[in-house]
C-alpha cells in the first residue's frame, strides 16, 4: 500500500482498501506521483528512455510503467455503441487500381466494355 493513501475499512466485506484499490496504480512500490508524471510526459509524447531519464528510472522500469498505463487505458475503455443517426463529414474514396492490375482484371477493363 501507498503511504499517501487514505486507508479504508469495509464492514460488510471486513477488508482493508485504498485509494488505489482496482486501478492501474495498485501493487507497484513506485510513488503515485511517479506514475502521475510518467503518464503526463507520455502525452507529450516523449519516448521511455526520456522518461526514464526524466523520472531517474531505469529504462526498463520506465518501459515496464509505460506499458502497464497503455494497457490499463485500453482495458478500461468502454466500448462503443452507435445509436441513431450517425454523421461524418468527410469521405476518402480511393479511385483506380494503381499498382493492382489484379483489381482491374476483376472489376472488367474499359476495352472489354467497349467491344461490348
Not at 526524466?54 to 529504462?59: A, S, T, Y
Amino acid at each position: 500500500m501507498q503511504v499517501e493513501c487514505q486507508h479504508y475499512y469495509c464492514k460488510s466485506c471486513k477488508r482493508y482498501f485504498d485509494d488505489l484499490t482496482n486501478t492501474v496504480f495498485a501493487g507497484h512500490h513506485r510513488p503515485l506521483k511517479v506514475w502521475i508524471a510518467c503518464l503526463y510526459l507520455m502525452g507529450l509524447n516523449v519516448s521511455n528512455s526520456q522518461i526514464a531519464q526524466e523520472l531517474d528510472l531505469c529504462v526498463s522500469d520506465a518501459h515496464h510503467m509505460t506499458t502497464v498505463l497503455r494497457n490499463g487505458v485500453v482495458d478500461r475503455k468502454p466500448e462503443v455503441i452507435l445509436d441513431g443517426e450517425v454523421e461524418f463529414d468527410e469521405v476518402y474514396i480511393v479511385a483506380g487500381h494503381k499498382g493492382h492490375p489484379e483489381a482491374l482484371k476483376k472489376s472488367g477493363s474499359s476495352t472489354e466494355k467497349k467491344k461490348a
